[in-house]
């Protein structure tokens, strides 16, 4: 199984990206999947995580601002992320089982 992250970018602050976790099969209906974040210098921390029956639950500073959702396929994750802030910029990475996503970069500018 591979899975592969998308949607990073470069935003000001206030706005809006949806990033995707796309994996190789339908996993996602079955296991847990996280959303985890890298900044530099600092360690890996869950920011968003989504239970295979559907339960959410949310690092507590993007509580109301991030919302992780699935497709009907079960193989794509998205995280849409709104109100940006700059401490939000990381390297965002997805992962289910012992499988992680490459990461995709997301830069806050004020």
């Known amino acids: 199984v591979q899975l592969v992250e998308s949607g990073g970018g470069l935003v000001q602050a206030g706005g809006s990206l949806r990033l995707s976790c796309t994996a190789s099969?339908?996993?996602?209906?079955?296991?847990?999947m996280g959303w985890y974040r890298q900044a530099p210098g600092k360690q890996r921390e869950l920011v968003a995580r989504l239970t295979g029956d559907g339960r959410t639950e949310y690092e507590d500073s993007v509580k109301g601002r991030f919302t992780v959702s699935k497709d009907n396929a079960g193989n794509v994750v998205y995280l849409q992320m709104n109100d940006l802030k700059p401490e939000d910029t990381a390297v965002y990475h997805c992962?289910?089982?012992?499988?992680w996503g490459e990461g995709t970069q997301v830069t806050v500018f004020s």
């Open positions: 099969v339908n996993i996602f209906d079955l296991y847990t």
């Open positions: 992962n289910t089982l012992h499988i």
